[in-house]
């Protein structure tokens, strides 16, 4: 970019900011490209609606019935958990109102419906990271299924065109912290 011109979406941000809007827009744009392969956009599409929560919410109603006490204290950390998630990510979403990359970014199209209109940070990410670690804390054998379904879900916001990278790594951030917050870890 010319250094005396503008951003269009942020005219008043300083160079080094745009500088790095830019890298992560070709960072995004890269790891797009992955959705000219209709086999990858069906897959990635699957995981991200599982990510909606339905997974989750099925674990969740699970967990007391087939886990006894240790189960139900499992089900009720996420729910917990769930709860501040969501409070913090409307906060922030509202707060920040980051334009989603398929409406600011040539070259980046939805191929998933979007369930609002901000980007900023990934729902998706942070309640799969908050509940892969709930969950792994209390039942370590599971970690070999959760933790990659966290990493697809992840990667699916992004190719999928729905998030920037930042907005996935923080809302993975967001959601470690709560659940280990939750466990009195930090």
């Not at 990510?51 to 674990?59: Q, R």
């Not at 699970?62 to 409070?87: E, H, K, N, Q, Y």
């Not at 970014?105 to 980007?119: H, N, T, W």
């Amino acid at each position: 970019m010319h250094p005396k011109r503008r951003h269009p979406a942020f005219p008043s941000w300083p160079e080094q900011q745009l500088v790095w809007v830019e890298r992560e827009r070709t960072f995004a744009l890269w790891m797009h490209r992955a959705s000219a392969r209709s086999w990858v956009v069906r897959l990635l599409d699957a995981v991200s609606r599982i990510g909606d929560g339905w997974l989750w919410y099925a674990v969740i109603v699970c967990l007391p019935w087939a886990g006894g006490a240790v189960g139900t204290s499992a089900s009720v950390r996420m729910i917990g958990v769930g709860i501040v998630d969501l409070i913090v990510y409307k906060i922030i979403k509202r707060w920040i109102a980051r334009p989603r990359p398929y409406c600011t970014c040539p070259g980046i199209r939805a191929c998933a419906r979007s369930l609002d209109e901000f980007s900023f940070p990934s729902g998706h990410t942070l309640h799969s990271v908050a509940f892969s670690l709930i969950l792994t804390v209390y039942y370590p054998m599971f970690a070999l299924f959760v933790w990659p379904f966290t990493v697809l879900v992840a990667v699916s916001r992004v190719v999928l065109g729905l998030h920037y990278p930042s907005d996935v790594v923080v809302g993975a951030l967001i959601g470690a912290v709560t659940a280990a917050i939750s466990f009195n870890l930090l």
